[in-house]
T-cell receptor
Framework: DQQVKQNSPSLSVQEGRISILNCDYT??????FLWYKKYPAEGPTFLISISSIKDKNEDGRFTVFLNKSAKHLSLHIVPSQPGDSAVYFC???????????FGAGTTVTVRA | DVKVTQSSRYLVKRTGEKVFLECVQD?????MFWYRQDPGLGLRLIYF???????EKGDIPEGYSVSREKKERFSLILESASTNQTSMYLCASRPHVVAGQYFGPGTRLTVT
């Protein structure tokens, strides 16, 4: 049973516009959340993270928002660029758990 | 930069063969992980190791075993490969519990 869900398998956005990726989780013990980006034939690379004591974390064009009461987080990419076309995975962990639980991924395509 | 390397990018094996996938990290990380990535399922944890000679089952350990004799090396073993083990295998490492994982480039394994 997946504890982290990304319900949109794909997203298409025009270059320069905002990309919004959503992620829901069910485990209330999760307190650390991460986003990874993956290009074809490469391993995922860490993008941005947020701990449960915050509700927003920003790094350049990337911002992650956390709504603990809704068990929901989102990743905003502004402005979207062609190099952002990739699969984005949401992941979560809780307490001292060594494991990360990953969502199924959202494929983002940025159109010129 | 952290580097996680995997012994093969592509591998084709026959049903019933014993398969070894090797992973090496060069940053003295304590924790290492093996995942498989399948379409629509995201990354699923097979096994992880929090220290040398220590291992823990992940979410889908059946049909797999692991070995960690040295801190930098974590091996995944398919005792008797089956066609349902055709997948992308990703190795990751991280220095401590609350930190993003660093991934290798992946091994695309095909079992025929």
């Amino acid at each position: 049973d997946q504890q982290v869900k990304q319900n949109s398998p794909s997203l298409s956005v025009q270059e320069g516009r905002i990309s919004i990726l959503n992620c829901d989780y069910t485990n209330s013990m999760f307190d650390y959340f991460l986003w990874y980006k993956k290009y074809p034939a490469e391993g995922p690379t860490f993008l941005i993270s947020i701990s449960s004591i915050k509700d927003k974390n920003e790094d350049g064009r990337f911002t992650v928002f956390l709504n603990k009461s809704a068990k929901h987080l989102s990743l905003h990419i502004v402005p979207s660029q062609p190099g952002d076309s990739a699969v984005y995975f949401c992941a979560a962990s809780g307490g001292n758990d060594y494991k990360l639980s990953f969502g199924a991924g959202t494929t983002v395509t940025v159109r010129a | 930069d952290v580097k996680v390397t995997q012994s093969s990018r592509y591998l084709v094996k026959r049903t019933g063969e014993k398969v070894f996938l090797e992973c090496v990290q060069d940053m003295d990380h304590e924790n290492m992980f093996w995942y498989r990535q399948d379409p629509g399922l995201g990354l699923r944890l097979i096994y992880f190791s929090y220290d040398v000679k220590m291992k823990e089952k992940g979410d889908i350990p059946e049909g797999y075993s692991v070995s960690r004799e040295k801190k930098e090396r974590f091996s995944l073993i398919l005792e008797s490969a089956s066609t349902n083990q055709t997948s992308m295998y990703l190795c990751a490492s991280r220095p401590h519990v609350v930190a993003g994982q660093y991934f290798g480039p992946g091994t695309r394994l095909t079992v025929t």
